[in-house]
């Protein structure tokens, strides 16, 4: 092989940028899987009952948290989506931070309901489901488009940065953002199904 072709192939990763980690990538699409999953297990045992009960005058039944969590979807993927598509990724010639400490953070912090948050207004609950199955279903194929999204992504996360409630943080951990924004919601249906009033079935 020449210089010249070598020299040319050797160049191909500065030109287009260094790819999303295989194991970055296998964590991020596990992690919003496997949190999908567990909320399809809560969910078997709720019943129709159970699912429009509301514990406190100003509180969620586990159907608008369904409602929310599907409304949450799009949006959080769509920032990201965003910020890849109009952003400028740190360029590959600067080093990185180890991301580890901040990557436990984000799935501690996020899911942590002790640290209340208000949710934005386009992600609010109008009752526009009218069962547990019906609600999930919608919320469950979202989330399959952003794994399959995950899967096929080219662009390396950990060079992306986007804005958070807890700061600046990279692609990689705004998706660990997505599914620990499940299991946060996960905790408020344990809680609502450990309510007083709960219905027993």
């Known amino acids: 092989m020449s210089r010249v072709i070598l020299s040319a192939l050797l160049l191909v990763p500065a030109l287009f940028g260094a790819e999303y ?60 989506e965003k910020t890849i598509n109009t952003g400028a990724p740190i360029p590959d010639t600067e080093k990185l931070p180890d991301p580890a400490e901040m990557d436990k953070a984000i799935r501690k912090g996020i899911a942590d309901r002790s640290q209340k948050a208000q949710a934005p207004r386009e992600l609010v ?42 700061g600046p943080i990279d692609g990689h951990q705004w998706l660990l953002l997505m599914g620990a924004h499940t299991e946060r919601h996960m905790e408020q249906i344990a809680s609502i199904m450990r309510h007083a009033g709960y219905p027993k079935q």
């Open 21 to 80: 980690a295989k194991d970055d990538r296998a964590t991020a699409a596990e992690y919003l899987d496997g949190s999908r999953n567990s909320l399809s297990a809560i969910l078997e045992t709720v019943s129709q009952a159970q699912s429009e009960f509301q514990g406190e005058p100003n509180s969620w039944t586990i159907l608008q948290v369904l409602e929310h969590l599907m409304l949450a979807e799009d949006y959080l993927r769509g920032i990201l």
């Open 125 to 166: 609950p109008q009752g526009r489901f009218a069962n547990r199955d019906e609600a999930f279903l919608e919320f469950s194929k979202r989330r399959e488009k952003t794994v399959e999204w995950v899967r096929g992504l080219k662009t390396d996360l950990r060079r992306v940065r986007v804005q958070s409630a807890m």
